[in-house]
Nanobody
């Protein structure tokens, strides 16, 4: 069992930056692939980024060049650095963990989820 706790969300103006953190419980963090999803108001939860056990990052097209995912296995933490934020990035952001990485953009791929952290970008 892995428990995930997100932090770092908040209100920021368009063009600004935020760094989300996700702290994971347990001693097997390094064995999980980690991901970030988001759910905007009135929309389905969607894939944002993922990072493999070996540290390889993957991004959805609309965040490439603006968001960076990273992990610190010593701290059991995964990060999402978000730059050049846009109002359409407003959403609840969820951290997630997966034992496999076959369909990383699919919600069903992931085994554990955090409660989410709200990100609001004002225009």
């Amino acid at each position: 069992q892995v428990q995930l706790v997100e932090s770092g969300g908040g209100l920021v103006q368009a063009g600004g930056s935020l760094r989300l953190s996700c702290a994971a419980s347990g001693r097997t963090f390094s064995s999980y692939n980690m991901g970030w999803f988001r759910r905007a108001p009135g929309k389905e939860r969607e894939f944002v980024a993922a990072i493999s056990r070996s540290g390889d990052p993957y991004y959805v097209d609309f965040v490439k060049g603006r968001f960076t995912i990273s992990r610190d296995n010593a701290k059991n933490t995964v990060y999402l650095q978000m730059n050049s934020l846009k109002p359409e990035d407003t959403a609840v952001y969820y951290c997630t963990a997966s034992r496999t990485m076959i369909a990383m953009t699919s919600r069903s791929e992931y085994d554990f989820w955090g409660q989410g952290t709200q990100v609001t970008v004002s225009s």
